[in-house]
């Protein structure tokens, strides 16, 4: 099997109420704790068009192989049965209706141009994405993760 040079994330959530619920990266770091993985698309870059729209050849996450991450990881997670948070989705979704300006935020800046990496900011956001994610789907127990 080919190593795909960028990492998926795979959260491992807790099913019982006991301990709270616990993130891991890897596929089973959580089973022997009651846990279940779970596994999450990458975010999107922040290169937009001319229009105001993402860029699909720059903005979605296909690494330097050019294998398209979160195709790989909806195939993975379609064939183990193992739930799936398209944040690739949900993140295209917020950039776009942000648009340029109002997304700059969530990147980080500082007088270079980087529209890739996060900043606190939008690492905070993003995660409050999963977040909701994992509790509208009922993947955590209900009050294990802190809301607000």
């Given at each position: 099997?080919?190593?795909?040079h960028a ?14 619920s616990?993130?891991h990266r ?5 089973d022997?704790?009651g846990?279940a ?10 290169w937009?068009?001319?229009d105001g ?7 979605l996450?296909?690494n330097?192989?050019g294998v ?9 997670a379609?064939a183990g049965h193992?739930?799936l ?5 949900r993140?295209e979704?917020l950039?776009?209706s ?11 800046s500082g007088?270079?141009r ?10 905070t ?12 789907r009922?993947?955590v127990?209900e ?6």
């Amino acid at each position: 099997m080919r190593r795909l040079h960028a990492p998926l994330l795979a959260l491992c959530c807790a099913r019982s109420g006991a301990g709270g619920s616990r993130a891991h990266r890897g596929g089973t770091a959580g089973d022997h704790k009651g846990g279940a993985p779970v596994l999450v698309t990458p975010v999107v870059r922040r290169w937009f068009d001319a229009d105001g729209t993402l860029d699909d050849g720059t903005a979605l996450p296909v690494n330097g192989l050019g294998v398209d991450l979160p195709a790989v990881a909806r195939s993975v997670a379609a064939a183990g049965h193992v739930p799936l948070i398209d944040l690739t989705a949900r993140t295209e979704a917020l950039v776009e209706s942000l648009g340029p300006e109002g997304s700059e935020t969530l990147c980080l800046s500082g007088g270079k141009r980087d529209n890739t990496h996060t900043s606190v900011h939008g690492a905070t956001v993003y995660a409050v994405l999963v977040r909701d994610e994992l509790l509208a789907r009922h993947l955590v127990p209900e009050g294990a993760v802190r809301v607000g």
